[in-house]
């Protein structure tokens, strides 16, 4: 099993910048990739960005060019830095691991951590 705890949300202004940390723990080395979410109100939950063990990054288009996911294999941390951040920015922000034991995929998924912009 893999554990997750996110920290780093919080109300920022337009143009602002806000550091998304997601801490893993538990059976770390079966870690296949890590990603982040986020559910606006109303609205399915959509990925945002994804890095694979490898390093390998990948992003929604609503966000290239502002967000940057990296990780700390040392620490088993993702993080998001997130850049010129807009009003449609806010939303709950979730990360979520993919990890494979035995040939099984499993996906383990953090408490949500707020982001609210405002205008």
């Known amino acids: 099993q893999v554990q997750l705890v996110e920290s780093g949300g919080g109300l920022v202004q337009a143009g602002g910048s806000l550091r998304l940390s997601c801490a893993a723990s538990g059976s770390t080395s079966l870690i296949n990739a890590m990603r982040w979410y986020r559910q606006a109100p109303g609205k399915r939950r959509e990925s945002v960005a994804g890095i694979s063990s490898g390093g390998t990054t990948n992003y929604a288009d609503s966000v290239k060019g502002r967000f940057t996911i990296s990780s700390d294999n040392a620490k088993n941390t993702v993080y998001l830095q997130m850049n010129s951040l807009k009003p449609a920015d806010t939303a709950v922000y979730y990360c979520?691991?993919?990890?494979?034991?035995?040939?099984?995929?499993?996906?383990?998924w953090g408490q949500g951590t707020q982001v609210t912009v405002s205008s």
């Open positions: 979520n691991v993919e990890w494979v034991l035995d040939a099984n995929i499993f996906s383990s």
